[in-house]
């Protein structure tokens, strides 16, 4: 998976820390990088944000690589396999301390504003990065939080190679890593944009996060920086409504297929949906059928019509300018599954990626074997007819394709957790073909007549 950049990395991070008892935990950015990371991570669980300052031991000769890491309260950590492979004496680490120490004092004094660290006593604290190579600086950070008296400490990464997460369950109670490719570079190969974080940066999200909404407490939603409006869409003369949703910055766009009219209004739908608008993902809502069409069940599963009406909508969304270059994925759930398969096998669309939730892929029999579209099935785990003929379809398909079993899940996904790991799993799927099949840089979504424009049509 290749992130946006920190904050977009903080945000896929927060869904895999929901399980957290919020009313328990305090978050901990590590300076620089790793503070906007978190800062979205303790927006997201409505928690506080501090940080703990940590400093690298880098070899005298080659500063880059971590010969060991110090932290506040005294903590330091040294790696006894790079310091005798380096060659570097006591004396030279020494040198190095002593001038990262002043270093740390100053970084510390200054984020805090010569407050003292939260109290964590007690509590979960979260220790946030935007991401390890041999994790020295985190297993510090680890470390002070232990001795700041947290009770659990989890430390939470969006990447790192495998035998550092291996290493970090030594100092962590918890670690929560997304992505552990090899071979393992370097950490900022793994973001599109991953430009310097300034004090002035730090200072400014740690304000933020102490004063601004979020700081007030758990609000009943999460706010999303996002244009919506609603649309109404021609489909060959049928008038398909629809809600779009597009975050600052999005990484894509995800059209939804339901096979009743259900697709705008479902609470499902729009559950998922939102989480993909706070991963920057940019949806839209629709119903290929009218209220009049829904009536006759026989549309509901007439697959060719659902399709050609879901093609149109695709094909609809691309000729906006602002989506033109966006990839396009499709959401399919019950027999809408089927129109978003048929719809990704039509040559005049170009859709990045599918998913299916519960879905009925085997009434698309017919266009199984030209999908190429990456595809993801989403089934329940007590779902054992629906699973078969999951499994009988994805049987058939050309592309990449997966299928995962939510554990206790029924058809509807309605037991607690299993909605949300549906739309964990989606994120995680989109996000990671919506990076393949971008080739140009993040484009910003326009505020300006653009989207004023979409309301004006939306009214006809």
Not at 183 to 189: E, K, L, R, T
Request: with cysteine.
């Amino acid at each position: 998976m290749l992130f946006i950049d920190r904050s977009h990395a903080g945000r896929l991070l927060a869904l895999r820390l929901h399980h957290l008892d919020t009313d328990r935990i305090e978050v901990f950015g590590l300076p620089r990088g790793g503070v906007p990371v978190a800062y979205e991570v303790a927006k997201a669980l409505h928690a506080p944000l501090d940080v703990i300052v940590v400093r690298k031991l880098g070899v005298p000769f080659q500063p880059e690589l971590a010969a060991g890491a110090i932290g506040e309260r005294g903590i330091r950590i040294v790696n006894e396999e790079v310091i005798a492979e380096a060659g570097v004496t006591a004396k030279e680490l020494d040198r190095v301390e002593t001038r990262e120490r002043r270093e740390l004092e100053r970084r510390a004094k200054l984020y805090r504003s010569g407050r003292p660290p939260r109290n964590v006593r007690d509590k979960t604290a979260v220790v946030v990065d935007d991401g390890m190579a041999t994790g020295s600086t985190a297993f510090a950070a680890c470390r002070a939080a232990r001795l700041l008296g947290a009770a659990r400490v989890v430390l939470a990464v969006p990447v790192a190679p495998a035998d550092t997460v291996d290493l970090a369950q030594r100092v962590a109670d918890e670690v929560v890593c997304l992505e552990c490719p090899a071979p393992f570079f370097g950490v900022g190969q793994w973001y599109r944009d991953f430009p310097q974080v300034s004090d002035d940066e730090v200072v400014e999200l740690l304000h933020r996060a102490t004063s601004g909404p979020e700081a007030s407490g758990p609000p009943s939603t999460v706010a999303i920086d996002a244009a919506d409006c609603p649309v109404h869409i021609d489909a060959a003369g049928a008038v398909l409504e629809g809600d779009l949703v597009v975050p600052s910055n999005p990484l894509g766009v995800v059209v939804f297929a339901h096979g009743s009219g259900s697709s705008r209004n479902s609470p499902r739908n729009r559950s998922v949906a939102h989480t993909l608008n706070r991963a920057s993902i940019a949806t839209l809502l629709v119903d290929l059928l009218t209220a009049q069409e829904e009536r006759d069940r026989a549309n509901v599963f007439d697959v060719e019509l659902l399709g050609s009406r879901l093609t149109q909508v695709v094909t609809w969304l691309e000729s906006l300018p602002s989506m033109a270059r966006l990839p396009v994925g499709l959401f399919g759930a019950s027999t809408g599954a089927a129109a978003a398969l048929w719809t990704a096998t039509e040559p005049e669309t170009r859709i990045a990626a599918v998913v299916s939730r519960g879905g009925r892929p085997d009434l698309a029999s017919a266009r199984l074997g030209l999908l190429v579209a990456p595809t993801l099935l989403i089934v329940g785990g007590n779902d054992p007819g629906v699973r078969q003929l999951n499994e009988g379809a994805a049987a058939r398909m050309r592309g990449d394709h997966e299928i995962r079993v939510v554990s206790g899940a029924t058809h509807l996904f309605e037991e607690p957790g299993a909605l949300a790991e549906v739309a964990r799993l989606a994120v995680e799927w989109f996000t990671t073909y919506f990076t393949q099949a971008s080739a140009v840089s993040t484009r910003y979504w326009p505020r300006g007549p653009d989207i004023e424009t979409r309301r004006k049509e939306g009214s006809r």
